[in-house]
């Protein structure tokens, strides 16, 4: 085995066997307690370094095996190598069970659950006086013997040191299994995870239970190295230690426990002349290495030491890539009357459509239509409240992420969800698996000459990644990341794949080859669904089209019939079923020009999306910004109130460049942003989110807050009430309210109207109104274009992160360039 070769391994075994022959018998127990610390530190380490789980109660398992062995050798005399697979499965019984339960929460529920394991056993220890001796604890445990010859202090460290060995070489194999790349998937993104058909709680038991074994192991040989254990050896500080060691150490490193339990076992005999001082030391030694080292020694001495190899990709084998991936036969996908409500909301109402094999199926609508929540209920992520999702006769409504991706149904996500921390190889090795772990032990880490790694070189060929496989998946630009998870998906061998917004911050030769990608795998006999808000790209590759809006079916059928459908374009464009009062004939800006926005180029991480933004806004005006969903008018309005800073381009503001000013400098000068969602808190009354929104105001009266209520009688009469017991609509104006009270020279609306009721539609166009006509200045985005040129003087299009058309509103109400921004077309 190459584990078993590896020369750092060896020459650690080496100098600790030669340490234990010649060691004085107090270093030699010194060398005994860190070999011990060093295995309970590899089981922390699966739990921590492979699935990210913290428990700060594994001195529990490690008092539960000391226990059993102290009890079972003192009490009943039994021989203690029959103790030890005793207290390896009470620990591992335990350790279940626990995690069974504390594995449901995380964060800081999962570590307050651990720590009261730990105090359990503690004081169960105290209190089970004829079992474990209570304070007193139990002594004359006797040393291992065997075939009758005691191992004595000397036989018990070299013992010690072959068994830290031997847990140092199954993490190694852990780590490279199929049991490793589950468990490093769930850490990364437990929902991408999901849905590439692994049980996240099965997996992150499974870790569970070996480090708690692990730990019993650990503390059956401190019983029998100390020949005495009392409550007092197992304390809660014990368990931070164990902690420390992985942390301090560096997570999932292979040897990272072994520098830290030198650390936190050495450092206190170094500096044993200030004993009293322990916890400081300990706490400025985390301290350092947290702020130098964050990775712990091992990874930083790993990032300093180590590179990476620059894997040349392997040659794809001469076959159809979608032939390895597809299963045999084709099966339809059909939804009937899917459903679900989340409290009095019904996100998605009566759905019914379906997808066909070797075609193309798009699912549109406007913001808040429910896409995204079909597919999250398709997929299992949400749990159906009525109808029925059937892939063949298999109906698959309710049922698990991971069941339902084991089933045939892969997806990708509208911001892609890798495993940033696992190379582009291991990404698609973790699909391949479809969510079976294996064997523990088997090598899953496949060489560029394996089955395995052409397989995935193959499937990434296909769908045009030329990258290096050993490359991380967090270090790839966007498109590439695009399409690692396409692949990654298609690693599943679905029969159906979804696909969530795929073109996003893609440019336009990108999606090009996305287009031409979608169709080659629709072509090869998968059915593809696709969410996309980019019109043109669904019209030219959908063979048929389902419209959500308000969480309903509103039509189906081939592209020219959706995209000629009134009822569609209603939808999109806000229809003319609700009254908004244009502003009176004769009106002209005064030309004072208070926002002034020049080349704006920003977007996240790698991913464009403004391209060259030029607007203007006069004093008084009330300017919309349009666009189908995708085309970047929320991260323009993100960028001018500096929630998102611009790569490029200015932004003046009154004269002033607040291009890089941060978000509270620019609300600060009267630039005020209502964001998207309302984002009122919704644990403070109605009267303290208005009084919030003029914390910047130094004149601020509170007989204003008084006078904001009566202007929005909506919200007057529950001004005492939590504003997250508002409903959207009194939500809506609450959020203006505030945003007014600032006192803006020019305020910022992104979406007001998503998500409210019709009735209030009309309303809140009217506030607009009467807020324009008052002389406000505003700059409006709004998925409701018929009603937002209703009361606009003026207006742009957006397309793709750029400026498309712009001009009067009562001209763009009328040009056609105007629908073919929100449904595509020539």
């Known amino acids: 085995m190459k584990t078993l070769r590896d020369p750092v391994l060896l020459g650690l075994v080496a100098v600790a066997l030669i340490y234990a022959a010649i060691a004085n018998p107090y270093y030699l127990f010194l060398l005994t307690l860190g070999a011990l610390t060093v295995i309970v530190g590899i089981g922390l380490n699966v739990l921590i370094g492979l699935t990210g789980q913290i428990s700060f109660g594994h001195v529990g398992f490690y008092a539960l095996g000391a226990y059993v062995t102290a009890a079972m050798t003192t009490k009943l005399g039994i021989d203690f190598w029959w103790t030890l697979p005793v207290a390896a499965v009470v620990t591992a019984v335990v350790g279940g069970l626990l995690g069974l339960v504390a594995l449901r929460v995380s964060g800081p529920y999962l570590a307050m659950v651990t720590i009261a394991f730990g105090f359990v056993v503690e004081f169960t220890a105290v209190e089970w006086e004829s079992v474990t001796g209570g304070q007193n604890g139990l002594m004359n445990i006797p040393y291992p013997a065997i075939a009758g010859w005691s191992l004595g202090e000397r036989g018990i460290s070299v013992v010690a040191v072959l068994l830290m060995a031997a847990a140092l070489v199954m993490y190694k194999r852990i780590a490279q299994s199929g049991w490793g790349l589950a468990m490093r998937a769930v850490r990364d993104s437990e929902i991408a995870a999901g849905a590439l058909g692994v049980d996240p709680l099965r997996v992150r038991t499974l870790a569970f239970i070996v480090s708690a074994v692990l730990a019993g192991i650990a503390g059956s040989f401190f019983a029998s190295a100390t020949t005495f254990v009392a409550p007092s050896t197992f304390t809660f500080f014990q368990s931070i230690l164990f902690v420390l060691v992985v942390v301090i150490g560096g997570a999932e490193r292979t040897y990272g426990p072994v520098i830290g339990a030198a650390l936190v076992v050495g450092l206190p005999e170094l500096l044993s002349d200030f004993a009293e001082y322990r916890i400081l030391m300990f706490g400025t030694l985390l301290l350092l290495v947290l702020l130098f080292a964050p990775t712990g020694v091992a990874g930083a001495l790993a990032a300093r030491f180590q590179r990476r190899a620059a894997e040349e990709p392997a040659a794809a084998p001469a076959v159809a890539a979608l032939s390895a991936a597809a299963d045999a036969g084709p099966q339809t996908l059909e939804l009937a009357d899917l459903g679900i409500t989340f409290g009095g909301l019904r996100a998605v109402s009566a759905v019914s459509a379906r997808v066909a094999t070797g075609k193309v199926t798009s699912i549109i609508g406007p913001n808040g239509a429910g896409k995204t929540t079909l597919l999250n209920l398709i997929c299992g992520f949400y749990r159906p409240t009525a109808g029925s999702v059937r892939l063949g006769a298999t109906d698959l409504a309710g049922r698990p992420a991971h069941v339902v991706a084991r089933a045939g149904i892969a997806r990708t996500f509208q911001t892609p969800q890798l495993f940033e921390g696992m190379t582009v190889l291991e990404n698609l090795l973790v699909a391949m698996q479809r969510g079976e772990l294996g064997s523990p032990l088997a090598d899953l880490a496949a060489s560029p000459t394996s089955p395995e790694a052409q397989q995935a070189r193959a499937l990434l060929d296909y769908v045009g990644y030329h990258g290096s496989t050993a490359r991380l998946a967090g270090e790839l630009p966007h498109i590439d990341k695009r399409l690692l998870e396409i692949a990654r998906a298609l690693a599943l061998r679905p029969r159906i794949l979804m696909l969530d917004e795929p073109a996003a ?322």
């Open 505 to 826: 911050g893609l440019n336009h030769s990108d999606k090009q080859a996305l287009a031409t990608l979608l169709e080659r795998i629709a072509a090869a006999g998968l059915a593809v669904v696709l969410i996309e808000h980019d019109m043109s790209l669904v019209m030219s590759i959908s063979h048929h089209i389902v419209v959500l809006d308000a969480g309903t079916c509103l039509a189906q059928g081939a592209p020219e019939a959706v995209r000629n459908d009134k009822a569609v374009v209603a939808a999109y464009l806000g229809g003319t079923q609700y009254a908004a009062r244009p502003r009176a004939a004769g009106w002209k800006a005064a030309g004072d020009r208070i926002l002034s926005i020049d080349a704006l180029n920003a977007g996240y991480g790698a991913a464009k999306v403004l391209h060259g933004i030029d607007v203007a806004l006069d004093s008084g005006e009330l300017v919309a910004v349009l666009g189908a969903n995708g085309a970047g008018k929320s991260t323009l309005m993100r960028a001018l109130s500096g929630l998102l800073r611009p790569v490029g381009g200015k932004i003046l503001f009154a004269g002033a460049d607040i291009t890089t000013l941060a978000a509270h400098r620019v609300a600060g000068r009267g630039l005020v942003l209502v964001p998207e969602g309302r984002q009122v808190f919704p644990e403070l009354s109605v009267i303290d989110n208005l009084q919030l929104g003029a914390y910047a105001r130094r004149d601020f009266d509170r007989a204003e807050v008084d006078a904001m209520l009566a202007r929005f009688p909506s919200i007057e009469r529950r001004k005492h009430n939590r504003a997250g017991l508002l409903s959207g609509g009194e939500q809506q104006m609450l959020a203006i309210a505030r945003g007014l009270i600032a006192k803006p020279r020019v305020l910022l609306l992104d979406e007001p109207s998503l998500g409210l009721a019709p009735a209030l539609i009309g309303e809140l166009f009217q506030v607009l109104a009467d807020l324009r006509d008052q002389g406000m200045t505003l700059l409006l985005v709004d998925q409701m274009a018929t009603l937002a040129l209703a009361v606009a003087d003026r207006g742009y299009v957006m397309d793709s992160g750029a400026i498309v058309h712009a001009g009067p509103a009562a001209e763009l109400r009328d040009d056609p360039a105007l629908e073919r921004a929100y449904l595509g077309g020539g």
